[in-house]
């Protein structure tokens, strides 16, 4: 393959996993994980450490940070799964396309916004079945590999979703063997039981393992979990080695999810810190670096546009980081906020982060830099109580900016 111009424009290859929480990676902290392919990224690239999906107003929370991504909108301003694409509106593989890009899209039709698929020149969607669940990191790669291959005029856009590791979490036998169910630790926020009403403690994810939760049952579920991320790694690594070298790669999950017991949790229903995804970019022009700067899954379009050169469109309300990415700032936005139906409600701010459950009328508060497993409830502590006040009208004063009209503001 020809070396490309000095001032070609770069090929992007975006991936998104399906539920794959932020610390599932070996060189960002887990010890227990094998990820060779996604360490080599974090080793020559950039890493977000605080990426929020908004959440959303269905259990399947995956759809609207797949909407989110694509469209570059906040959490009620995306569009329902099944409409055309609203007039005025830019979806990212047009914006790609409109800049001269070759774009191609393999990933769930389900849990998407279907016009934003479809608006890729090639599309190809995973089959659908639990049964074929663990066949499928190896037919993206496949696919992928096989179209970058192909070639063509014009520098390439990718987007790669492929179905895991969601449950049923299911991997070949070789990859399921390195884990030991016996051997993994449990997170240290596992609890049997969640210890509150949290307004949607029965919600399918969360059927997905037995009440209380035993840690037997909770390390065999963390065994599978990382079986089917290793493998997922595994062919990541065969896409990297057949990428051209001036690639941008940015390697992020829809969300993460309680899986293993946090908090007695198992599903993404829920606003805690294990909601985070992963986020890593690497290639031309992206220095190795680390960021804990607050970042939403709505501003990884306008980054891409930003480090690729292409126009930001004016429908997109996320903010770009390569700034961050750059060294010209810091931070680009102060305040993280996500929702879960009306029935969770979070935003956080430097360190602290507050979690609002109107249902049941119950308020959490966290320094989540000093107590990132969050069990130190700061709420009921007096030394904090202007704190409290204050992050509950931080709250409110982001359900306004983000025309929240399904939960009620903190009083």
């Known amino acids: 393959m020809a070396a490309p111009a000095a001032d070609a424009p770069p090929n992007v290859l975006l991936i998104n996993t399906d539920d794959q929480r932020f610390d599932t990676i070996r060189a960002l902290g887990n010890n227990e994980i094998q990820t060779p392919a996604l360490d080599s990224l974090v080793r020559r690239g950039f890493v977000f450490t605080n990426l929020y999906s908004q959440g959303g107003l269905v259990g399947a929370m995956c759809l609207p940070s797949r909407t989110m991504l694509m469209t570059g909108r906040t959490v009620f301003h995306i569009p329902e799964r099944n409409v055309p694409v609203p007039e005025g509106m830019t979806v990212l593989a047009k914006a790609f396309e409109n800049a001269g890009y070759r774009t191609f899209h393999y990933g769930k039709r389900g849990n998407t916004y279907v016009a934003a698929s479809e608006a890729f020149q090639t599309k190809l969607y995973s089959k659908e079945g639990f049964d074929v669940r663990a066949e ?22 990718i987007y790669m979703a492929p179905p895991v590791p969601h449950d049923p979490r299911s991997a070949p036998k070789k990859f399921a063997d390195m884990y030991d169910p016996a051997k993994i630790t449990l997170p240290k926020n596992y609890m049997p ?14 059927m997905l393992a037995g009440f209380p939760r035993t840690k037997e049952e909770m390390r065999r579920h963390l065994a599978d979990y990382y079986a089917t991320i290793t493998c997922l790694d595994h062919h990541i690594g065969r896409i990297l080695a057949a990428l051209p070298a001036n690639t941008i790669v940015l390697f992020t999950s829809d969300q993460g999810l309680a899986v293993g017991g946090r908090h007695g949790l198992m599903g993404k229903q829920n606003l805690y810190e294990h909601f985070k995804s992963p986020c890593i970019l690497a290639g031309p022009g992206i220095k190795r670096g680390k960021s804990d700067a607050l970042a939403h899954m709505h501003d990884l379009f306008p980054t891409l546009c930003d480090l690729a050169r292409v126009p930001i469109p004016a429908s997109v309300e996320g903010l770009s980081l390569a700034p961050v990415i750059r060294g010209e700032k810091r931070e680009v936005r102060e305040y993280a906020f ?8 979070m935003v956080r701010r430097g360190n602290w982060k507050l979690i609002w459950y109107p249902k049941v009328g119950k308020f959490q508060l966290f320094d989540v830099v000093r107590d990132p497993w969050e069990l130190d409830d700061r709420s009921g502590d007096p030394a904090q109580s202007s704190r409290l006040e204050e992050m509950k009208r931080r709250l409110a004063e982001q359900q306004d900016k983000h025309d929240d009209k399904y939960a009620p503001r903190p009083v």
């Open 338 to 345: 996500a929702v879960y139906k009306d029935v969770q409600r």
């Open 193 to 206: 039981e969640h210890p509150f009403d949290n307004g949607d403690l029965k919600i399918r994810d969360e």
């Open 136 to 157: 499928q990191p190896e037919q993206h790669a496949n696919q992928v590999i096989e179209w970058v291959r192909a070639g063509g005029n014009g520098p390439f856009f």
